[in-house]
């Protein structure tokens, strides 16, 4: 069998592009999330400032350029998934993640004005494994730059 790549199909079959968006579930869309972050560890991204404090309209459209929700965002595959823009709200809509959640991810109150994708990926896993990150790894956050 011999790969071709999406364009290459395109121009001798009708290439489905909603079976692309049908074809990923949270957990693969999470886990995705988490690998682009670990491709590059030590990469600082900013975060976004008192998520909790918004009312839901401005959180919704909360984004910051070189955020966590940006590198998600630059991926093709999660594009091609239905992620639509590097927003608060469609992250969280694309995601499936609660305020809760997604505040632990990417808020400056515990993570500060930058934190490494490496951290952020663990605070992914996290969400996707159900549980909450554990003091250690909260006070080892703290501590690496």
């Given at each position: 069998m011999e790969h071709q790549t999406l364009e290459k199909l395109q121009a001798v079959a009708k290439v489905d592009q909603d079976y692309l968006r049908r074809a990923m579930s949270?957990?693969?869309?999470?886990?995705?999330w988490a690998q682009l972050l670990e491709q590059d560890p030590q990469k600082r991204l900013r975060t976004l400032r008192e998520t909790e404090y918004q009312t839901e309209g401005v959180r919704a459209l909360l984004r910051e350029d070189g955020s966590a929700i940006s590198i998600a965002f630059q991926d093709q595959v999660l594009r091609d998934a239905g992620l639509k823009d590097d927003s608060y709200g469609e992250a969280r809509r694309?995601?499936?993640?609660?305020?809760?959640?997604?505040?632990?991810?990417?808020?400056?109150c515990h993570l500060g004005e930058t934190v490494s994708a490496a951290t952020v990926a663990r605070h992914v896993r996290a969400v996707l494994s159900g549980k909450r990150p554990g003091m250690f790894s909260r006070m080892h956050d703290a501590f690496v730059w």
């Open positions: 949270r957990s693969e869309r999470l886990e995705r694309f995601f499936e993640l609660t305020d809760g959640q997604l505040h632990e991810v990417i808020c400056y």
